[in-house]
């Protein structure tokens, strides 16, 4: 059973910086892409940022770029994402997700979802 779970989300500060954590586990991911989104009240989720097990490269939203930072662990099976210079806007419950993906932001694409992490950026 493939599980995707969460952790790092919090409070924090305009201009600080939070790291997540999405441990992957239940199968081999090595043809899967993994992508991080999030999901503000009111508002539909969005992608965030991706990339693919194989290699090749690294996606991000216009509104992260510069601030977000993907990364991964292989040994450990887990996708991290180091958030700077947080914003109030950035405030969102963000998710981790694993699919067979065409194309890397195309959300309804994603097969695994983790449960959720909140966070928070105060003003």
């Known amino acids: 059973q493939v599980q995707l779970v969460e952790s790092g989300g919090g409070l924090v500060q305009a201009g600080g910086s939070l790291r997540l954590s999405c441990a992957a586990s239940?199968?081999?991911?090595?043809?899967?892409?993994m992508g991080w989104f999030r999901q503000a009240p009111g508002k539909e989720r969005e992608f965030v940022t991706g990339?693919?097990?194989?290699?090749?490269?690294?996606y991000y939203a216009d509104s992260v770029k510069g601030r977000f930072t993907i990364s991964r662990d292989n040994a450990k099976n887990t996708v991290y994402l180091q958030m700077n210079s947080l914003k109030p806007e950035d405030t969102a419950v963000y998710y981790c997700?694993?699919?067979?993906?065409?194309?890397?932001?195309?959300?309804?694409?994603?097969?695994?979802w983790g449960q959720g992490t909140q966070v928070t950026v105060s003003s």
């Open positions: 997700a694993a699919g067979r993906v065409a194309v890397i932001n195309r959300i309804y694409e994603y097969e695994y």
């Open positions: 990339f693919r097990w194989s290699g090749g490269s690294t």
């Open positions: 239940g199968r081999t991911f090595s043809n899967y892409a």
